[in-house]
């Protein structure tokens, strides 16, 4: 089956930087990867995903990139902002199937 | 839009009881629903799959006497928890899908005294 990980499980960042978590994953038929936002005792919030015919999708500061030949791929954070700071999930998933398969998470701070 | 509602968000009840958590679709039809468990500070657990008009199917290990799933309709899924014990306390948290995405609730946090 599907192995999702995800790297770093920390990461602090000035207000103002960038921040980029990575995940790769196993499975090649995988062809759908979300980015989920979680903050303290919420559901886990879609922010953005990207489909494996595509190699870039971008929404504001938020980015993902995905390389299929390496089975990977990142978000990209830009010009972070306190409000940033939760918990951060990657998934793949086959589009047809029902499985999502999570990474383990990353817990962004953004220092103000 | 996608929107998905879960009550209750929060429930305290005593050992023995039986616990039931409403997931709703707001504002799509969701033949697909799901069911997770979350630890603290860890990832989600499908525990199970729940299809509009037929019987769920449950992850290994998760009981499915203990935790009954209905999905009586294209907006409604609901997750009873029977004869809750403490180590049943823990964080539950809907999804719904909608063609690839999967959009979830706020979840459901259930205290087992």
């Known amino acids: 089956g599907e192995n999702v990980e995800q790297h770093p499980s920390t990461l602090s960042v000035q207000e103002g930087d960038s921040a980029v978590i990575k995940c790769t994953y196993s499975?090649?038929?995988?062809?759908?990867f979300p980015w989920y936002k979680q903050e303290l005792g919420k559901g886990p919030q879609l922010i953005i995903d990207i489909r494996s015919n595509v190699g870039e999708k971008k929404d504001q500061r938020i980015a993902v990139t995905l390389n299929k030949t390496a089975k990977h791929f990142s978000l990209h954070i830009t010009e972070t902002q306190p409000e940033d700071s939760a918990v951060y999930f990657c998934a793949a998933s086959i589009q047809a199937g029902n499985q999502f398969y999570f990474g383990t998470g990353t817990s962004l701070t953004v220092i103000p | 839009g996608a929107v998905v509602s879960q009550h209750p968000s929060w429930v305290i009840c005593k050992s023995g009881t039986s616990v039931k958590i409403e997931c709703r679709s707001l504002?799509?039809?969701?033949?697909?629903m799901f069911w997770y468990r979350q630890f603290p500070k860890q990832s989600l657990m499908l525990m199970a799959t729940?299809?509009?008009?037929?019987?769920?199917?449950?992850e290994q290990g998760v009981e499915k006497d203990k935790f009954l799933i209905n999905h009586a309709s294209l907006t409604l899924s609901t997750l009873t928890v029977t004869s809750a014990h403490p180590e049943d306390s823990s964080f539950y948290i809907c999804?719904?899908?909608?063609?690839?995405?999967?959009?979830f609730g706020d979840g459901t946090r259930l205290s087992i005294l």
């Open positions: 499975d090649s038929a995988s062809n759908y």
């Open positions: 504002d799509f039809q969701a033949t697909t």
């Open positions: 999804s719904a899908k909608t063609g690839a995405r999967q959009h």
């Open positions: 729940s299809n509009e008009g037929s019987k769920a199917t449950y």
